[in-house]
């Protein structure tokens, strides 16, 4: 095996609230297979990933061993460790469990199954060469900047504008080093990217898709069953 592995940490231990289900939005059915499986058969179907560290609440490792993995036969799998408090808490359980030969880590969410190999393997490259990637698209609408009476005080130019989305792919060193500093000072951070900038090392954006959603609401479902439908046609 290459002495530079490709390790993807898929964070899955959001409680995903707002779904209203009482349990983790990634077990929800789309199609006849939970949002997880689509992810993790994704992300393990690319050639380029060597193995995989899947992030869940502590009382659902065993239920994401016999339930997901198991039963769907998911490869790739090394470790299933508990997440933690927030999301960069999670991310960072899964980076302190890497193979100490990974040269480039992955990090996706799990509740965003229709990223592509496409996707994947352009963010692999470019995250070589770079050290530090994120898969966006340009945003759709006019966004504007409000106050807390919620009175517009700035209209940015959209065309400046991203919105992001995963995986983003880094250099394990680097987003080693930015999580080992972040967490240390308690930094808070919307997603992965947030901590290599902290730090002073600039973020390339590579293109992504509008289908590469991230399943957060039940609207998102009724737009999900959609998409599958179209990519099994």
Known sequence: MKSDKVCAIIVAAGQGKRMNKGYNKQYILLGEKPILVHTLETI???????????????????YCKKEIIEKYNIQKVLL?????EERQHSVYAGIKNIDPNTGIILIHDGAR???SNEIINRSIREAINYGAIVVAVPVKDTIKVVNKELEVVNTPNRETLWSIQTPQVF?????KQAYDEGIAQNFRATDDAMMVEAMGHKVKIVLGSYENIKITTPEDIILAEQILLRGEV
């Open 44 to 62: 393990s179907g690319n050639n380029n990933i060597d193995y995989i560290i899947l992030v869940v609440p502590q009382d659902e490792i065993d």
């Open 80 to 84: 299933v460790v508990a997440g933690g």
């Open 113 to 115: 199954p229709f990223t």
């Open 171 to 175: 250099s394990s060193k680097i987003i």
